[in-house]
């Protein structure tokens, strides 16, 4: 099926969870904000990683200086064989960056793009973890947030991603557009009663 139409089904029939997800979760989160203790301290064991947003600006190679050294807390606080990126660009420059300073750290590829839960449960799989120890942060609602939905994980929704309108302003537009009408369909469910 369409990436785009999967996306949109899965979408309907979650919306529920994604407005529950998007009222519950704290205005302007930022990632480096989020500690590594007190997610270890709730149960997380994995930490599963968007990239543009998340780690760093759209169509940057490489994290933010301030998400370098996040990284490096997370890897003392989890261990870096339990830090996925689970990027839908996982190109090779960011690839060879992680390898370079971070490298027990993986990326998931040769799977769907979310919103599909494949990447997901690769890293369950991966990680011999239970749905529940799981935690993916990411800025897209019906793409990441949605696959946690699917595969039963947690999540950290990042509404406050790294932008670089400066020098990208064309794809960061496109995103912030993107973002906000995602916010603006899910905030339209009602409470559930």
């Not at 999967?6 to 997800?21: E, H, T, V």
């Not at 990126?85 to 993986?106: A, C, H, Q, V, Y």
């Amino acid at each position: 099926m369409n990436h785009a139409v999967y996306g949109f089904i899965a979408g309907f029939r979650n919306r529920q969870k994604l407005a529950s997800i998007l009222r519950a979760s704290p205005r302007d989160r930022e990632t480096h904000a989020i500690s590594p203790e007190a997610l270890k301290q709730s149960g997380v064991t994995v930490l599963a990683l968007d990239f543009d947003g998340v780690l760093a600006p759209h169509g940057r190679p490489e994290p933010v200086a301030e998400i370098t050294e996040w990284l490096a807390n997370c890897c003392t606080v989890f261990g870096p064989d339990r830090i996925y990126i689970l990027s839908n660009k996982p190109t090779r420059e960011r690839i060879d960056w992680f390898n370079s300073r971070f490298p027990g750290m993986r990326f998931i590829s040769g799977v769907r793009k979310k919103p599909y839960p494949d990447g997901l449960d690769k890293v369950i799989e991966q990680a011999a973890a239970t749905p529940a120890e799981v935690i993916l942060l990411d800025d897209r609602l019906l793409t990441g947030v949605l696959a946690t939905c699917l595969a039963g994980t947690r999540v950290a929704y990042i509404n406050r991603p790294y932008t670089d309108f400066r020098n990208n302003p064309v794809q960061e537009l496109f995103f912030a557009a993107l973002r906000t009408v995602e916010r603006i369909l899910i905030a339209l469910v009602p409470d559930k009663k």
